[in-house]
């Protein structure tokens, strides 16, 4: 008994049901298997603060086909799931919704506050891979891991030891980027500059002797408090006799020396620069150089502090005014000149970000980095598009130490115990009860790592490392890294340094990239423009299918690509598609039938095999390349056009007939059908999942049976010719018969003059049933008179005009219809030659407009062309 199937497909009905199928056949886990290849992804882990958007819905979508499609062909597939603590953007979400009861992380103390913190993540940290499940995510969800998790911080806790121990991590005073709103150091990675407007204010700093003045300029005024020195270049002429001199530092009155350093540009400026070592990371180099004094005038939130005297309290912007104030009042203000310029903020929250001097914990990169450089430059990890190597070479050989010390209270606690008694430090797996050196009491670091810090870890730490797990032997090194272009030096950097430090070996062999998904107009999603997308609400409204569809079709690796609701509702009418012909298909088989390729094969059987034999080879040589985009084309053109469009209509003729060639074309049908699902399956997983089960198969799960491969067996190279003719010509007519508005109820003779009399003598069936045609005449010449000519692949062929339309009634319309463009054409070119509307529209706008003209005059072609056919 066949299972019946609704009249119209609803991916409510199917989608979490089909999930639950797969999860209780617990068809996601993997297991270390000696018998098949690993094939391993780690999944970027998504913060807990997190909500599905339309960068985790890509994301996931290319990770979760390319490893359904690995699993169809026999690897062992591991997908392992998690989410990160993201220490950042958790604590603020936890201070803001705090601030809203009115309590502060001071009233709660900080175990109070992680108790919260745990809490947040139990209720909010789970909810972004329940709606990862809504994409059909085929995650091993009996693994998932948190960054925060035991096993994680175990391995946290060891890399930091390690390299502590082989002095990879130090704790000194150097420049950090400092976030005034966060209170929290940030790395070089976090910080993003921003293109502003900004001022250079040109300064006079009086000689201490009276002699004269040096004239420099700065973008920072208000940072005028902390500085120890004016540098000059030691070769340039100008300035030689004032090295050694002093100058007094305006409205501070402090003395200050005049040094000489490589680090000046002699052609910048005045050749002259202000040195405030606390306040910019240059300044800071050439303040170790000259043993400079370090003044840190500012406070954690960038207020003013006690140091700049009477502009304590201020913040740095009204203190930059009144300064500049009292410096144009002074008579030190030469003037002021205007610049736009990039100025660095958090990544977070978009605060200008405060260079400061602090005491932290840095990783020393350079060791790190070498290493890592030579495994993508000698092709043991690459990136896929390659170009996206350059940004990882550029962002690692210029690599600084890395701050990795967070004033945070929610992340792994920094392993490092300090003695106030006689100042040791102390870096342990376990805490000590007691100074090792002198016996007294010791207090943990209060600070806490980057998140990246643990992030790095994620492809080994997550497989049980620093324990040699099964698991880590089986599924180490991982395959593929997918992630976007964004975060390059953020995560994929680090994973590749800290695999090939901890590890000795690459955390993967391949980084494919994507881009972001934009709006249909080009833009960046964002909060501001309101063009954001919730994929939730998509998939609510057209299915997870369709949404996976349209972030996949015309996608290429590392390109940005453009989301549409009309994209979507596209997809989903494709799927509708595919549901219709399979119930199609059930409703036209016998209990009995199984999907086979029968003894017999008619010439379209051949075809369609040749054609299915080529859309697989060619998608698994799509998918080797992570050409994604092209693979899903590829399916997508086959189901419509070769399958419902051509094949399922081609066989009509014969299920009518009934008797073995009816049975013989139902095989067909079904076991065309069987490999087509297999091969959309990995893209659109739910839809095909259900079909599968609804027609006749060995009982088995879609998601684990076999990918499709072909060897020779479907080369029938001479038949798919000669059946691709056969659709030129039935494709040519239909097109004309179009043109000419012939109903496809009106029949016509058609005559074929042809050298391939054989072929189209066995298409006249075809012929008759799609191109409307009350008989076909096939030769190698005819004479007809008022006839049609269209001419297709192999052949010229002929329809009388009297047998498809009245001449004087089909004229009138065709005199109407040209008349109506022309006025069309018309318009559209004055309106494009208007200089005034091209100069202010929007560019796509032209465009638009440009397009309607470019089709107006192609139907004016046609028209015309009719016209013509007429012999008008």
């Known amino acids: 008994m066949r299972k019946e199937m609704a009249k119209q497909y609803d991916p409510k009905e199917v989608e979490d049901k089909i999930y639950k199928l ?19 992804i780690v999944m970027p882990p998504p913060n807990i603060t997190g909500q599905l958007h339309t960068g985790h819905a890509l994301d ?14 026999g690897y062992s597939t591991l997908w392992l799931p998690g989410t990160d603590h993201a220490s950042i953007a958790t604590e603020a979400k936890i201070v803001e919704k705090m601030k809203e009861e009115g309590v502060t992380k001071d009233d709660l103390g900080r175990d109070g506050f992680l108790e919260r913190a745990w809490q947040w993540r139990e209720t909010y ?19 998932e891991r948190f960054t925060m998790d035991e096993g994680c911080s175990k391995a946290v806790v060891e890399v930091f030891n390690r390299m502590y121990e082989k002095g990879l991590i130090y704790r000194g005073e150097r420049i950090i980027n400092w976030c005034p709103h966060c209170k929290t150091t940030i790395s070089d990675a976090e910080v993003e500059f921003a293109e502003k407007d900004g001022n250079f204010w040109h300064l006079r700093y009086p000689l201490t002797d009276g002699s004269g003045y040096l004239e420099l300029a700065t973008t920072r005024p208000e940072t005028l408090l902390g500085d120890t ?5 030691p070769d340039d002429e100008r300035y030689k006799n004032y090295i050694g001199k002093t100058v007094t530092l305006p409205l501070v009155g402090r003395e200050i020396p005049v040094v000489a350093d490589e680090y000046v540009e002699m052609d910048f400026g005045t050749g002259v620069v202000k040195i405030t070592p606390a306040h910019d990371p240059n300044d800071f180099e050439v303040g170790l150089r000259h043993e400079l004094e370090v003044i840190n005038v500012m406070n954690d939130d960038a207020t003013i502090n006690e140091l ?15 300064i500049v104030a009292d410096l144009e009042e002074g008579g030190f203000l030469v003037r002021i000149e205007p610049i736009s310029h990039n100025v660095g903020t958090c990544y977070r929250c978009g605060t200008v970000v405060e260079p400061r001097v602090s005491k932290q914990w840095f990783v020393k990169m350079k060791p790190l980095a070498e290493p890592a450089i030579e495994v993508v430059k000698n092709g ?25 010390s967070r004033q945070l209270w929610w992340g792994h606690r920094i392993p490092a115990w300090y003695c106030d008694d006689c100042g040791e430090i102390t870096v342990s797996r376990t805490a000590p009860d007691c100074c090792p050196k002198c016996g007294k009491p010791v207090r943990q670091d209060e600070d806490t790592l980057d998140t990246w810090f643990s992030s790095a870890l994620w492809p080994f730490s997550t497989l049980g490392w620093p324990d040699n797990t099964e698991e880590l032997k089986y599924y180490y090194p991982t395959n593929t890294l997918v992630t976007g272009y964004d975060i390059i030096f953020f995560w994929v950097a680090r994973m590749i340094f800290s695999g090939v430090e901890q590890m000795g070996e690459i955390p993967f062999d391949t980084v494919f990239i994507h881009g972001i998904v934009r709006d249909e107009l080009g833009r960046k999603m964002s909060k501001s423009l309101g063009n954001g997308v919730d994929p939730l609400e998509t998939i609510e409204k057209y299915g997870a299918d369709s949404l996976r569809l349209s972030l996949l079709t015309g996608i290429s690796p590392g390109s940005d690509m453009r989301y549409s609701d009309k994209k979507v509702e596209a997809c989903r009418n494709f799927a509708n598609k595919l549901w219709n012909a399979t119930r199609y298909v059930l409703m036209n088989i016998e209990d009995d039938d199984m999907p086979a390729i029968p003894e017999n094969l008619a010439i379209e059987d051949k075809w369609i095999l040749c054609e299915l034999s080529r859309v697989t080879a060619e998608m698994t040589d799509n998918l080797e390349k992570f050409e994604l985009g092209i693979a899903v084309q590829k399916i997508y053109d086959f189901i419509w056009d070769c399958y419902c469009d051509w094949y399922i209509e081609l066989a009509k003729i014969r299920l009518a007939k009934g008797g073995d060639e009816a049975k013989d074309v139902r095989s067909m049908l079904l076991y065309v059908l069987t490999n087509a699902l297999k091969l959309l399956h990995p893209f659109m997983p739910f839809v095909t999942e259900e079909l599968y089960g609804s027609i006749p198969n060995d009982g088995g799960v879609l998601m684990i049976s076999d990918w499709p491969v072909f060897g020779d067996e479907f080369n029938f190279s001479v038949e798919s010719e000669e059946m691709t003719r056969i659709m030129s010509a039935i494709r040519a007519i239909r097109t004309r018969r179009n043109e000419m508005n012939v109903p496809p109820s009106k029949k016509a003779t058609v005559y074929i003059e042809t050298s391939y009399k054989d072929t189209f003598v066995h298409g006249t069936a075809f012929i008759e049933r799609l191109a409307s045609a009350s008989s076909v005449e096939v030769g190698e010449s005819f004479s007809v008179d008022g006839a049609v000519t269209i001419v297709s692949d192999g052949a010229k062929i002929l329809i009388p005009l009297a047998e498809l339309v009245d001449r004087e009634k089909e004229l009138a319309r065709l005199s109407k219809d040209l008349e109506k463009i022309e006025k069309e054409i018309k318009m559209l070119e004055g309106k494009l030659a208007n200089e005034n509307f091209v100069s202010k529209a929007p560019a796509q706008i032209i465009e638009a407009e440009r397009a309607k003209l470019a089709k107006a005059k192609e139907k004016e072609a046609i028209i015309k062309a009719s016209i013509a056919d007429f012999g008008a």
């Not at 993997?30 to 018998?35: C, N, S």
């Not at 940290?125 to 693994?143: A, V």
């Open 380 to 404: 043991k990890t690459r990136f896929v598009p390659d170009r996206f190597s350059k940004i990882y070479y550029n962002w690692m050989e210029n690599i600084r130490d890395w701050c990795i």
């Open 229 to 233: 020195a004016v540098a000059v270049h």
């Open 22 to 40: 797969w999860e209780d056949g617990h068809y996601f886990h993997a297991v270390p298997d000696p018998d098949k290849k690993p094939y391993t």
């Open 308 to 322: 700049g005297g009477k502009y304590c309290g201020m913040t740095r912007e009204d203190c930059r005014k009144a």
């Open 125 to 143: 940290g789970r909810k972004i891979t329940q709606q990862l499940r809504k994409m059909g995510s085929s995650c091993d969800w009996e693994r």
């Open 60 to 73: 996931n979508t290319l990770q979760d086909t390319i490893i359904r499609w690995r699993r169809m062909q």
